[in-house]
Structures are given as structure tokens and as C-alpha cells.
């Protein structure tokens, strides 16, 4: 008790003043050294080196990479051009639109920010141009968002992996149908509002217009099927997924597209790396942490105290996927990640929970928590884009959040639905 009241005391209260999350997780390790009685710099400064001096890391810049070279080299543009040439004309046919291209773009970046960014760029003035509803408009653009993190390639997956030891090709491959379902979701919210306000539709695109569409979208599409493709092939492993999926773009953005000026490409490296110093700093900063939780035996601990409802797998998995939510209302998904994934992981396999099923799990409902105030990271970034006021977007979300809610039910009663199409695939 003694250990977990200082974790948790020193990590929240690090956190309430206003320290940066990495500066806490440090500072939460270094006071559980001293509790232990096991303080050493030396051995401080070795963890922190370590946690991201580690191979299948490498992943991370490159996703980070791919998705900045994909907004601006004119690849995210055209997926959308796509999903409007071919469902723009339906009544709110732009919600549709939005959807369809989350997920072409989920299957291309991984990065529920940087899609969501390009969604609401591109999008959202053409939802308030058509008389949408504008708190409905963001909430689904930052719904849709958060489907990059589950469809693979996912630099959350890549995290929890490396974090926890699990697999990733097979985190990824267990991410592809609840990904879809996630579209299928949306589909049916956006269509019941639509319905309810009678939105708009676009012009009808003749078949000559959606063939040029889909021929000006060729290159964009391949990159998703050359992904999952070698993976499945096993001719890569996800770190070199990464290393394609970035050289892919580039080569895509300045010789096919022609997009991206050699003065922008600085500036997307530039970008690329201060968003991979930050993810991997917290990287280092949670290794030291989740050292002295495992030297600290508190997984065991925690074990423990849960042993009454060890026994049974969906009130485990219930009250667990319950506690993640409350955790990602008030944290970012990658802190959520290194922080709990090294505590909670070990508790499932105790459980009796598959290890992968469990992953994925996890991640899902960190995504939730990108959409739930107060922090609500993704409905930030469409309330910036389109200057809407967080109220609105918040709001604008519930819809779509509640289907989300619906689905990780069905995720904890039903496990089979991830891990049927995960067996087929691998």
C-alpha cells in the first residue's frame, strides 16, 4: 500500500502543478528508489537511456514521419477527394465522406492527431459551407480520428508492444476488424443525425470524375496494401513497416504527386522530429518508473488485492477497461501507455486474458478518452481547426462516443470479435 500510495501520490501530484508528464514519471521512479532504499544515478540515468535505446522503437519517428509527409505532400487530400467522389452525393453525404476517409487514412499513419488534423482542415469548411450542424461536424471528424491508432500501422501498438513485451505484428492484425467496425458505427450515428436534420448532399460526380478520383488516388491507396501486405507476407516486421511506409510517402509526395518542395520537406522533418523527442523522452522517463514498479513487485501487489474478481475474465476486463477510461479522460494516450501498461499488463496474464486481446483493449479505450473531456486531445485539435468553442465540439461528440461506449461492451462480452478475425489473419 505503502508503494502504490507513492506512485500515485507523487506521479498525480506532479501532474496537478503543472509538471510535464515525463518530469513526473522521473521524479515518481526517483521516489520510489528512495523508498527502496536502492537510490543510484547512475542506474537513473542507464533506465532512462534504455527506454528508448530499443530497437523496435524505431517505428515511432517513422510513422511520425510518414503521417506529416502524407498531409503535406497531398496524399491525405486525395484519399478524401476519393470518398467524395463516391459517397459525397448521399443526404450528409460530407459525414460520410469523413468517415470512409478515417479509415482509408487510419490504414496509412497511425496517428489519430495528424488525421484528425487533416480531416477537419479539409472537411470542416465544407460541412459549414453545406449548413451542417457544427458541433456534430467536429464531434464526428474527431470521432473518425481515433481510428488511426487501431487500424495498423499504429504507433500506440508499436508503445504498448515494446512496453509490455507483447507482440506487435499480432496487436496490429487484431486491430483491423474492430477498426472497420468503428466505421460501421460511425456510419450508423452519422446517419440517424443526418436523417434527423435533413442534411444536404453535394452534387452527384459523374463516373468519368470518380474514375479520374480513383486513378489520382492510386498511389495513396497502394500504400496501405503494401503495409498490411508485408506484414501479413511476413517480408517485414513492423519497425521496417514504418521505415516503407516513410520512404514510400516521400517518394509518392515529391516525384509522383509533386507536392512537396525540398524548403517543405525541411519543415516537415523539422515537425517529424520534435514530435518523436517528446514521445520518446516520455519513453525513457516511463522505463525509469516502470523499473522500480517491477523491482517494487506492484503488479503481485495489485494482484492481490484483485484476486476476488481474478476468477472471472469479463468483470475483470469490465472493471479494468473502467478504470482506463477515468485514466484517459484526464491523461494523453501514450502517458496512459507507459505509465499503466507495464502495471495492468501483468495483471490480465493472471487473469487469464490473452495478452493481445488485452492490448488491444487497452488502446481502444485510451482512444475513447482522445474524445471524453476534460482533456479531450483529438476534440482540441478540431475545436483549433475550425475555431469552434470545446463546449460545441464536446457536445457535437456524445453521439458518436456512445456508439463507441456500445462497442467496447461488445468488445468485453464478446472477445471472439477480436480475436476470430485475429486467428484468420495471422
Not at 524505431?58 to 486525395?78: D, K, Q, T, W
Not at 468503428?182 to 456510419?187: E, K, N, Q, R, T
Not at 456508439?403 to 461492451?409: G, K, T
Request: proline share 6%; with cysteine.
Amino acid at each position: 500500500m505503502i508503494v502504490t500510495a507513492i506512485f500515485l501520490i507523487v506521479l498525480i501530484g506532479g501532474m496537478v502543478i503543472g509538471m510535464p508528464i515525463a518530469h513526473a514519471l522521473v521524479l515518481t521512479g526517483v521516489a520510489l528508489m528512495w523508498h527502496l532504499d536502492f537510490f543510484d544515478a547512475q542506474l537513473l540515468a542507464q533506465n532512462l537511456q534504455a527506454g528508448f535505446d530499443n530497437f523496435p522503437l524505431l517505428a515511432v519517428p517513422f510513422f511520425i514521419l510518414a503521417g506529416e509527409l502524407m498531409n503535406a505532400g497531398g496524399l491525405s487530400r486525395r484519399i478524401i477527394d476519393l470518398a467524395r467522389a463516391f459517397v459525397g452525393h448521399i443526404p450528409g453525404g460530407l459525414g460520410f465522406v469523413a468517415i470512409g476517409a478515417a479509415v482509408l487514412l487510419a490504414s496509412m499513419s497511425g496517428s489519430a492527431i495528424a488525421d484528425t488534423a487533416a480531416l477537419a482542415t479539409i472537411l470542416l469548411p465544407m460541412m459549414r459551407e453545406q449548413k451542417y450542424p457544427p458541433g456534430y461536424s467536429a464531434g464526428l471528424l474527431a470521432s473518425g480520428g481515433i481510428i488511426a491508432p487501431i487500424i495498423p500501422p499504429s504507433m500506440p501498438f508499436v508503445i504498448y508492444g515494446v512496453t509490455t513485451n507483447t507482440s506487435i505484428s499480432k496487436l496490429f492484425l487484431a486491430g483491423v476488424f474492430p477498426g472497420l467496425m468503428m466505421g460501421v458505427f460511425l456510419i450508423g450515428a452519422w446517419w440517424w443525425i443526418a436523417r434527423k436534420h435533413r442534411l444536404p448532399a453535394m452534387p452527384r460526380v459523374a463516373w468519368g470524375a470518380r474514375m479520374k478520383a480513383l486513378l489520382h488516388s492510386f498511389w495513396a491507396m497502394m500504400m496501405p496494401v503494401i503495409i498490411l501486405g508485408g506484414l501479413k507476407g511476413g517480408i517485414f516486421t513492423p519497425t521496417e513497416a514504418a521505415v516503407v511506409a516513410a520512404v514510400y510517402a516521400l517518394i509518392v509526395s515529391m516525384f509522383v504527386y509533386r507536392e512537396m518542395t525540398w524548403a517543405r520537406l525541411y519543415e516537415v522533418f523539422l515537425a517529424a522530429g520534435k514530435t518523436t523527442a517528446v514521445v520518446m523522452f516520455l519513453c525513457g522517463a516511463a522505463t525509469v518508473t516502470a523499473y522500480m514498479i517491477t523491482l517494487a513487485d506492484l503488479p503481485n501487489m495489485l494482484a492481490d488485492s484483485f484476486s476476488g474478481v481474478m476468477g472471472n475474465p469479463i468483470v475483470f476486463m469490465a472493471l479494468m477497461m473502467l478504470f482506463l477510461l477515468v485514466v484517459g479522460t484526464a491523461m494523453d494516450l501514450t502517458p496512459t501507455i507507459l505509465i499503466f501498461g507495464p502495471v495492468c499488463a501483468p495483471l490480465a496474464v493472471k487473469a487469464g486474458i490473452d495478452p493481445v486481446y488485452f492490448g488491444f483493449m487497452f488502446i481502444y479505450v485510451g482512444c475513447i478518452g482522445l474524445i471524453t473531456p476534460p482533456v479531450g486531445t483529438v476534440q482540441n485539435v478540431v475545436a483549433g481547426v475550425g475555431n469552434l468553442r470545446m463546449e460545441t465540439v464536446i457536445k457535437g461528440t456524445t453521439p458518436f462516443l456512445l456508439m463507441y461506449v456500445l462497442l467496447a461492451v461488445l468488445f468485453v462480452l464478446f472477445p471472439s470479435l477480436i480475436t476470430a478475425p485475429l486467428a484468420w489473419m495471422h
